[in-house]
């Protein structure tokens, strides 16, 4: 065998790297040439779904990336510690690396990146975002040759789980996580999914690939969907749109002409919007994943697929240490880095605050039923330089009138000063949902 | 600069190839380091939407495959010849080849790949396939660790434009293929577009590299979507469909274990198809293409985008030469060859006969209006072990009854027997559309 595996960690994600790699057949003939040498696991004894002999496993998994045997460690334990140290160590000791461990590469990217360039190896995690669905490689090796312009993503499935069945069956958001936590789509915890924090990991890689410069995790704007209510769906399906939970990095439109590339700003934001239903992410449903990247010349693409699984995550690891082992076999003696794999950027990339979004706005009022209200949001917002597309009055929750507002693109700072003055308004009880529009 | 290019062809593709080496800010460094060296075009007085300086440009092709100076020739001719011997004689003269060129590829590729082969040279040719949408590579670099099961493609973007269009219009093939004519989305001479020969070039060569294997072109089934009509487009519509032209190329279902992938027998077919209006490839409307590949344990992806034009294809093709360069970056002078991305595979894949094909059948019938044809036709189908879903009668034509019927999965060859038979009946007056159903 030429190539060394050690493997950290036999979940879910372990389990199906193991399995690929034990029944090489039929796949990339190169698959023939790697072998998992070692594997790290918390238990010895726990049962496996997958067969490896007992004198591979070991529950020391320093021993493992510090093997002088090993070519390449393959993390896929999760979590921040000890992954993260693990990581690092490996690196030193002149490891690759494959992960999927998209918490770790949003914080601590820099450190590792660097090390890697240190070390001159390579740091993989094609599974780190959207699951089986080839996304980092593409970005790497293909569409870089545009000057990409943005990366939209529904890379969430639980999230995107969660709004499909509010969608269809028109509940409300927490019971239909309470049934998704029993079926097992959701976490017990789900804090880092439906608040919008893993997509803001993956969007943080994305943007960070796409757009050549790294990018600091707090600087991303991130909101998640426990505010959108059933009201706010049928709402907006009237008005011919489906909410989802969208993972936007994307160049400032000025940012376009070569000049200019050099001082350009980033707005990368995690948030749930209204999608126009002819918008091909409006019909990615489920736990399903999509990234629709445009580029000059290039124009959209978009890649589809299953966003999590074992057998999905999996093939995104192994594909990952084919390519290393494919990398090294040209490289040889050289030890040459192939420069399109290897990450060399080392500028952080300045994202413009969400206050200086121009994007268009829902929003949905609670107000007392009395004449002139309408009129005062409207004036309110004209008075901020709001310029409203609709605003209609949905009817009525109780005492209260419902109004829903679709605003023209704004400054989201003028916005959020409008919506302060309107929340102050003696007629507004309340202001229950406030909504970007794609 | 490190890599020198001869461009054979400076048309819609070349022109954007082009642009993009010569501004090669906000895009992969490496496109530094290529430099357009020579061009090779049939006019020199040809006004360019491109400045090059006039000295590098050549209407001698040969001289440009056999400069020494050259290290890749970027074929965007189009057309048989001379574009084939030009890409031999390059390969002979130890150029790397990028090319643009599926019928090139579709019906040589046994050749250009055995000289490349023996010439330690690569043959790359994302643009040969679906434009601007990366898909050759993630076969080639990501997919293949999985076992392939199929791949369906809407590949042909007229004549997607056109099923579009009637589905939308109402209106009949022959009136909107006039008017794509002259809006410019059909060519002056259809044929290739609209009898499936396009789509058959590309899923022959999406097969050869999904299933690591030659494919020979007059084996793949092809058939277009002249044949299809307004009324065929309203009835599946009714029954839940839409009508696409899918290219399909399938491993058998008893192909997927370790020992049987030897023995295997391939499905390649191009066919107007009824695709459920919930599957992924029935709301790709338009000019678009998207490929959809299903493999173990990967699942579905499926990646959508621009399938034709200038700046897709030019992404493609830069995307190619890109990785040509960062690989022979990373060999230096060992010359050895990155072993996904070169093609070493000698055998021809076995390819079943049509006849041989199990799937569901939607026909139409026009018969003579009297008691008793559904009774023939049911009893027809009924010997030949043709089981039917629904048998409809949908209306009349003039004086003929109009009946449409929608089997379960059947053998071809039996459905097409008892067709034969229904044909001779006395009370059927002809069978205007037969179209399978994914």
New interface residues.
Partial sequence: MAFKIGLLGLGTVGT?TA??LL?P???????HEIEIYRVGVRSLDKPRAVQLPPEIMTTDLEAIVTDPEIDIVVEVLGGLEPARSLILKAIAHGKHIVTANKAVISRYGPEIFTAAEEAGVYVLL?AAVAG???VI??LK???????IRSITGIVNGTTNYILTRMQNEGGEFGDILVDAQKLGYAEADPTADVDGLDAADKIAILASIAF?GRIKLPEVHCEGIRQVSAADITYAQKLGFVIKLLAVAKREETA?T?ES?ESEMLQVRVHPTLVPQTH?LA?INGVYNAILVE????????????GA????T???V??DI??IA??L??????H??????SCVHQHYCAIAPISELVTRFYARFLTKDRPGVIGQLGTCFGQHEVSLESIVQTGFRGELAEIVVVTHDVREGNFRQALEEIRALEGVDSIPSILRVL
Avoid: C, W
């Fill in positions: 199906g399995q690929i029944s057949t039929g796949r990339y003939p190169l698959l094609e089986g669905i080839p490689q593409p090796q293909s569409l870089g040759v545009n000057r050549a376009l070569a590339l091909p019909s580029g000059d010349p290039l124009g959209q693409v978009m890649f589809f697929g299953p699984g074992s057998g999905p999996a093939s995104a192994v594909s084919a390519n494919a990398v076999k040209t490289a040889g003696e050289s040459r880095l192939h420069s399109l794999l």
